[in-house]
């Protein structure tokens, strides 16, 4: 368990903290949820797609 407090990011334009390595990497939390969403559209597609040639 962490000593650290949770942080909350609720706000889209929110930058998202990144590790030390990646310190030039800018990442917003409406960012993240386009990429998350977008992947279930193309996993729907290709499900979709995969019953289509059966």
């Given at each position: 368990?962490?000593?650290r407090p949770t942080a909350v990011y609720d706000q889209p334009k929110?930058?998202?903290?990144?590790?030390?390595?990646?310190?030039?990497?800018s990442l917003t939390v409406e960012d993240l949820f386009s990429?998350?969403?977008?992947?279930?559209?193309?996993?729907?597609?290709?499900?979709?797609?995969a019953c289509d040639r059966t």
């Amino acid at each position: 368990m962490s000593d650290r407090p949770t942080a909350v990011y609720d706000q889209p334009k929110a930058q998202l903290p990144v590790p030390d390595f990646a310190k030039d990497f800018s990442l917003t939390v409406e960012d993240l949820f386009s990429w998350l969403l977008d992947e279930k559209k193309l996993k729907l597609i290709s499900t979709t797609n995969a019953c289509d040639r059966t």
